[in-house]
């Protein structure tokens, strides 16, 4: 099993519709999440953290899960420009290295 | 605010030339670590540096090596760079190791022929 897991997509919707996406990770003792984007042949960049009891901002919520080990990423009235990768970021408490990234769902908005 | 710089942006390499990529931050960050990112694979880990004069291996350091020249500058260098070194390499850094956000560069895209 991989570390961190994700749908890689392609998800296609619509302008103006809702959509979300989850990722799974193995490792119990995780302790930070992020979501991250990606534009393509571009850097990521922070898109928000996702504390243990859920965050919204504007559009995007993040919440996760411990029980299930799973985060996820709600995007709201979708807009062309959300157009991009979503990388799923967990820590990795133990080990020699520290951040363990997803491979990214892949979003489309459709005019 | 330039936030982290790379050079260079570009860069086609021969089998067994060497290289040194450039990563330099600008936000006082202790943490600064090189990825490389594949189709299908995600990003991963090179090599990272928790904090100025220390550098420690990551998921996959075989080939590379790093220098922490100072706490604005992480440089990656490839010593005989061989074809499955072809990626797009990223620096980062970050406050603190591991639970903090990371900040990209703009990354490096480099083709081992």
């Known amino acids: 099993r991989k570390e961190v897991e994700q749908d890689p997509g392609p998800f296609n919707v619509p302008e103006g519709a809702t959509v979300a996406f989850n990722c799974t990770y193995s490792?119990?003792?995780?302790?930070?999440f992020f979501w991250y984007r990606q534009d393509c042949r571009k850097e990521p960049k922070l898109l928000m953290s996702?504390?243990?009891s859920g965050n919204e901002d504007g559009r995007f919520t993040a919440q996760l899960n411990r029980a299930s080990q799973y985060i996820s990423l709600l995007i709201r009235d979708s807009k062309l420009s959300d157009s991009a990768t979503y990388l799923c970021?967990?820590?990795?408490?133990?080990?020699?290295?520290?951040?363990?990234f997803g491979t990214g769902t892949r979003l489309k908005v459709l005019a | 605010n330039a936030g982290v710089t790379q050079t260079p942006k570009f860069q086609v390499l021969k089998t067994g030339q060497s290289m040194t990529l450039q990563c330099a931050q600008d936000?006082?960050?202790?943490?600064m670590y090189w990825y490389r990112q594949d189709p299908g694979m995600g990003l991963r880990l090179i090599y990272y540096?928790?904090?100025?004069?220390?550098?420690d291996k990551g998921e996959v350091p075989n080939g590379y090596n790093v220098s922490r020249l100072n706490k604005r500058e992480f440089s990656l260098r490839l010593e005989s760079a061989a074809p499955s070194q072809t990626s797009v390499y990223f620096c980062?850094?970050?406050?603190?190791?591991?639970?903090?956000?990371?900040?990209f560069g703009p990354g490096t895209r480099l083709t081992v022929l």
């Open positions: 540096s928790a904090s100025e004069g220390t550098t």
């Open positions: 936000m006082n960050h202790n943490s």
């Open positions: 490792n119990s003792a995780s302790q930070s």
């Open positions: 970021v967990v820590n990795k408490p133990s080990g020699t290295y520290k951040y363990i």
């Open positions: 980062a850094s970050s406050t603190l190791q591991g639970t903090d956000t990371q900040y």
């Open positions: 996702v504390y243990s």
